[in-house]
T-cell receptor, first 109, second 112 residues
Framework: KNEVEQSPQNLTAQEGEFITINCSYS?????LHWLQQHPGGGIVSLFM???GKKKHGRLIATINIQEKHSSLHITASHPRDSAVYIC???????????FGPGTSLSVIP | ETGVTQSPTHLIKTRGQQVTLRCSSQ?????VSWYQQALGQGPQFIFQ???????GRGNFPPRFSGLQFPNYSSELNVNALELDDSALYLC???????????FGPGTRLTVL
């Protein structure tokens, strides 16, 4: 069993739809990251969470430490949101980060 | 949120050459980790530096080496480049305190 799992693996949505990507992990963590990667592009850090909820523009990330679960929500999705979204956790900031398998999102106009 | 920078953005080398990639960590961060992301795969941990010393290493051969400087910036050096070294190389910095790592945008290396 992978230490970090994401669902769904692939997601296609119509422009304007509300999107949720889920992440579950099995280790104790100090922080959880949501990362975005466009095809052929570098990685963009969207959020780093250790508790609660963060919001940036149309993106919202939540984490439930007790349930070892995090969600990334995208409101009013747009084709430019099409990318791979990666959940990654760090047990401590000294440890290597453990990456989830990614969720490939395609938003259709 | 991130103040981690990497250079160059893109780089093309040929087999057998050597390459140096650079990472400037976020201000106040004393720990830098390097990751390799091959095309279509997730990032793989290469090694980590803490206060100028290697602090952990993944499953990479010795031709992958690194340095961390007194200002906590870091270099990743790869000798005798192979075609399979073509990848996105990411660095991430942290303070070592509670919290996580801040990722740089990556350097895309192509080996021909």
């Amino acid at each position: 069993k992978n230490e970090v799992e994401q669902s769904p693996q692939n997601l296609t949505a119509q422009e304007g739809e509300f999107i949720t990507i889920n992440c579950s992990y099995s280790v104790g963590i100090s922080a959880l990251h949501w990362l975005q990667q466009h095809p052929g592009g570098g990685i963009v850090s969207l959020f780093m969470l250790s508790s609660g909820k963060k919001k940036h523009g149309r993106l919202i990330a939540t984490i439930n430490i007790q349930e070892k679960h995090s969600s990334l929500h995208i409101t009013a999705s747009h084709p430019r949101d099409s990318a791979v979204y990666i959940c990654a956790v760090g047990r401590t900031s000294y440890d290597k980060v453990i990456f989830g398998p990614g969720t490939s999102l395609s938003v259709i106009p | 949120e991130t103040g981690v920078t990497q250079s160059p953005t893109h780089l093309i080398k040929t087999r057998g050459q050597q390459v140096t990639l650079r990472c400037s960590s976020q201000s106040g961060h004393n720990t830098v980790s390097w990751y390799q992301q091959a095309l279509g795969q997730g990032p793989q941990f290469i090694f980590q530096y803490y206060r100028e010393e290697e602090n952990g290493r993944g499953n990479f051969p010795p031709r992958f080496s690194g340095l961390q400087f007194p200002n906590y910036s870091s270099e990743l050096n790869v000798n005798a480049l192979e075609l399979d070294d073509s990848a996105l190389y990411l660095c991430a910095s942290s303070t070592g305190l509670a919290g996580g790592q801040f990722f740089g945008p990556g350097t895309r290396l192509t080996v021909l």
